[in-house]
């Protein structure tokens, strides 16, 4: 189960590009990882703090999915970041 409260790590950064996309770049590995418009936005709210609740809440209401799949979405793209070592959980 995802934590309620997920955190970006200090040696990621983030960089938006125009039309919605970035990337993350992992200091550490030297690793970099391509965000869709959700991903980013998803990773915007951890960089803000926000809870898995609130998340779900800000994509359900951005795509207009129910809050449901909105969760599986937002739990799948965490899952991904945590192994990567990309956020604490």
């Given amino acids: 189960m995802i934590e309620t409260s997920t955190q970006s ?3 990621v950064v983030c960089t938006e590009f125009e ?7 992992d200091l550490n590995t030297k690793r970099y990882y391509q965000l869709n418009e959700t991903a980013l936005l998803i990773w915007k709210a951890l960089e803000n703090g926000r809870t898995l609740e609130e998340i779900v809440n800000e994509v359900s209401a951005q795509y207009a999915v ?12 965490l899952r991904s970041l945590i192994s990567y070592r990309l956020v604490d959980s």
Avoid at 19 to 25: A, K, R
Avoid at 66 to 77: C, F, N
């Fill in 9 to 11: 790590r200090d040696h």
């Fill in 66 to 77: 129910e809050p449901g799949h909105a969760r599986q979405s937002v739990e799948t793209l």
């Fill in 19 to 25: 039309g919605g996309e970035g990337i993350l770049v």
